[in-house]
T-cell receptor, first 114, second 108 residues
Framework: NAGVTQTPKFQVLKTGQSMTLQCAQD?????MSWYRQDPGMGLRLIHY???????DQGEVPNGYNVSRSTTEDFPLRLLSAAPSQTSVYFC?????????????FGNGTRLTVT | AQRVTQPEKLLSVFKGAPVELKCNYS??????LFWYVQYSRQRLQLLLR??SRESIKGFTADLNKGETSFHLKKPFAQEEDSAMYYC??????????FGSGTKLNVKP
């Protein structure tokens, strides 16, 4: 059982480049989300999805796009990378069935934009 | 608005000393609260959830609705407890809100 898998683990981009961070989960979770982790700011929600075909914005959505064509996958796209997007990105999923279901996190992607 | 506050960015204690990591929340509904731990350069892992009322690795946390708090406690800290700890609130149909985190440093 792989849980939540993120690729790549590390990425360096130049300003203006675009890229996609991949996230897949094999737990049949309805809910998936992307966070960025910055020193002193904790985790901030970028985008989330409550099921295939449904996405919504979190706290810091600007500069990022997402799509949810399948239950398993939730890629995060950076359209035109900026140095302010240098961060560690975490994908997380949870079940929406039953109460108190926790978030399960991926290993993270460390992104540097120069 | 939902909010989670962890007032301490860094908490340093000696091995064997008691530890309390503070978490306060703001939420108008019935809260679901969690503690997550992140060891150096690893993924966040669930440590505790309030509904389970369990003790994991010697840590406990009690939900105090009157004080809107969910402090994490351990009577005797160990060096392997050194990590980043995040308090989280689940609200609005599965949106999770995280505090800014507390770095626990347990000195030998």
């Amino acid at each position: 059982n792989a849980g939540v898998t993120q690729t790549p683990k590390f990425q360096v981009l130049k300003t203006g480049q675009s890229m996609t961070l991949q996230c897949a989960q094999d737990m049949n979770h309805e809910y998936m989300s992307w966070y960025r982790q910055d020193p002193g700011m904790g985790l901030r929600l970028i985008h989330y999805s409550v099921g295939a075909g449904i996405t919504d914005q979190g706290e810091v959505p600007n500069g990022y796009n997402v799509s949810r064509s399948t239950t398993e996958d939730f890629p995060l796209r950076l359209l035109s990378a900026a140095p302010s997007q240098t961060s560690v990105y975490f994908c997380a999923s949870s079940s929406t069935k039953g109460g108190n279901s926790p978030l399960h996190f991926g290993n993270g992607t460390r992104l540097t934009v120069t | 608005a939902q909010r989670v506050t962890q007032p301490e960015k860094l908490l340093s204690v000696f091995k064997g000393a008691p530890v309390e990591l503070k978490c306060n929340y703001s939420y108008s509904g019935s809260p679901e609260l969690f503690w997550y731990v992140q060891y150096s350069r690893q993924r966040l892992q669930l440590l505790l959830r309030h509904i389970s009322r369990e003790s994991i690795k010697g840590f406990t946390a009690d939900l105090n609705k009157g004080e809107t708090s969910f402090h994490l406690k351990k009577p005797f800290a160990q060096e392997e407890d050194s990590a980043m700890y995040y308090c989280a609130l689940r609200a609005d149909f599965n949106k999770f809100y995280f505090g800014s985190g507390t770095k626990l440093n347990v000195k030998p």
